[in-house]
């Protein structure tokens, strides 16, 4: 899908030269993946107190 965005020339030289990419497309892309993962982690987060424990699990039984 070809799209035309204005973006910061600035912004994307830094990222270009930070990530080692040879091409815009190949640093947007992974800028994009980047966003996507840490906004699932951030998801995934907000998660932790708010799901019921289980009972059965036994901690001390994974110690070695």
């Not at 993962?37 to 289980?54: E, H, I, M, T």
Request: net charge positive; proline share 2%; no cysteine.
């Amino acid at each position: 899908m070809a799209t035309n965005l204005s973006i910061d020339t600035d912004l994307l030289e830094e990222a270009l030269n930070i990530g080692g990419f040879t091409t815009k497309k190949d640093t947007v892309n992974q800028a994009l993946k980047e966003f996507v993962q840490r906004r699932k982690q951030k998801q995934v987060v907000n998660l932790f107190g708010n799901l019921p424990a289980d009972s059965d699990y036994n901690y001390k039984k994974g110690r070695k």
